[in-house]
C-alpha cells in the first residue's frame, strides 16, 4: 500500500487546549450574556435552552461530518488496495 495512507494527522496539543478554552470562553460569555439580559427568567430560560440545543446540534453534525470523511477515506484505501492488486496481477 502506499506510504500516505499509513500516516495518521493528529492535533497538536497547543490545538486542543486552545479548542477547550474557546469553547469554554465561548459558553461563559453567552451564559452571562443570557443572565445579563433585562427579561423576565423564563424568557432567559428559553435562550439558555436554545443555547444549548444549538451546542447539542453541532457536536452531532460535527459527529456526522467526521464519519462521512472517514467512511470517505475507507472506500478510498479499498479501492486503492484493490488498482494496486489488479496492477500487480497484470505486472505479473
Given at each position: 500500500?502506499?506510504?500516505?495512507?499509513?500516516?495518521?494527522?493528529?492535533?497538536?496539543?497547543?490545538?486542543?487546549?486552545?479548542?477547550?478554552?474557546?469553547?469554554g470562553?465561548?459558553?461563559?460569555?453567552?451564559?452571562?450574556?443570557?443572565?445579563?439580559?433585562p427579561?423576565?427568567?423564563?424568557?432567559?430560560?428559553?435562550?439558555?435552552?436554545?443555547?444549548?440545543?444549538?451546542?447539542?446540534?453541532?457536536?452531532?453534525?460535527?459527529?456526522?461530518?467526521?464519519?462521512l470523511?472517514?467512511?470517505?477515506?475507507?472506500?478510498?484505501?479499498?479501492?486503492?488496495?484493490?488498482?494496486?492488486?489488479?496492477?500487480?496481477?497484470?505486472?505479473?
Amino acid at each position: 500500500m502506499s506510504e500516505h495512507l499509513t500516516h495518521v494527522d493528529r492535533p497538536t496539543s497547543a490545538w486542543i487546549s486552545f479548542s477547550y478554552i474557546s469553547f469554554g470562553a465561548s459558553l461563559l460569555m453567552v451564559g452571562g450574556g443570557i443572565f445579563a439580559l433585562p427579561l423576565d427568567w423564563w424568557v432567559r430560560a428559553y435562550l439558555a435552552m436554545g443555547v444549548t440545543m444549538v451546542v447539542q446540534s453541532c457536536f452531532t453534525f460535527s459527529k456526522n461530518f467526521r464519519d462521512l470523511h472517514e467512511a470517505g477515506r475507507m472506500i478510498n484505501r479499498i479501492e486503492e488496495a484493490r488498482t494496486e492488486r489488479l496492477l500487480s496481477a497484470e505486472r505479473s
